[in-house]
């Protein structure tokens, strides 16, 4: 069972806009920044958003983060086929003394 | 180009010993901490642990399930981090993942990710 909550499945048609949420508590998102990591099929974790909403090098304008309180949320504009994939939030976590990872939304794209 | 390249993996017996290597190029390795996370089959992420940079004296923290059976280490002269893992337990079962890890400020984040290696718990 994952510290941070996410919901397992999300769904969407290409073009239009999806939202993913995070929620976690005062010891990791409420005191801590959020990164987003995508993972294609087979593939290796990606950092797609870091420090709550900055996107790195490379990363499509689509991709947007946000964070309030002890919540965060990816959301992922102009939906294409190739967004398929796993989606993770994570946190350090200040008791924990660790990174928490959400436990990961499966984007499908219909 | 940044690279991470883990190697290691393989199948060992419960109660049994592998350790890891992850292989840096492509950045000046010494100031970075490395972070190790994991991944059970058809499961998601779990955080192992991580080893800082000697600017902030190779400082080592650990995951609960993990703490006390894990070391993480490094040798900055080869460019390598590494995971010790013993007494390995079947729910160890994983893909391991080793990570560069950067700061902005305050806050971090693992921009670079190796591509795994499989460790396989099994008798």
């Known amino acids: 069972q994952s510290v941070l909550t996410q919901p397992p499945s999300a769904s969407e048609t290409p073009g239009q806009r999806v939202t993913i949420s995070c929620s976690g508590s005062?010891?990791?998102?409420?005191?801590?920044?959020v990164n987003w990591y995508q993972q294609l099929p087979g593939t290796a974790p990606k950092l797609l958003i870091y420090s709550n909403n900055q996107r790195p090098s490379g990363v499509p304008d689509r991709f947007s983060g946000s964070k309030s309180g002890t919540s965060a949320s990816l959301a992922i504009s102009g939906l294409q086929s190739e967004d398929e994939a796993d989606y993770y939030c994570a946190a350090w976590d200040d008791s924990l003394s660790g990174v928490s990872f959400g436990g990961g939304t499966k984007l499908t794209v219909l | 180009e940044v690279q991470l390249v883990e190697s290691g993996g393989g199948l060992v017996q419960p109660g049994g010993s592998l350790k890891l290597s992850c292989a840096a190029s492509g950045f000046t390795f010494s100031d970075f901490a490395m972070h190790w996370v994991r991944q059970a089959p058809g499961k998601g992420l779990e955080w192992v642990g991580r080893?800082?940079?000697?600017?902030?004296?190779?400082?080592?923290t650990y995951a609960a399930p993990v703490k006390g059976r894990f070391t993480i280490s490094r040798d900055d002269s080869k460019n390598t981090a590494y995971l010790q893992m013993n007494s390995l337990k079947t729910e160890d079962t994983a893909v391991y993942y080793c990570t560069r890890r950067d700061c902005s400020g305050d806050y971090c984040y693992s921009d670079f990710w190796g591509q795994g290696t499989l460790v396989t718990v099994s008798s």
């Open positions: 005062s010891s990791n998102i409420g005191s801590n920044a």
């Open positions: 080893i800082k940079n000697k600017a902030k004296n190779y400082a080592t």
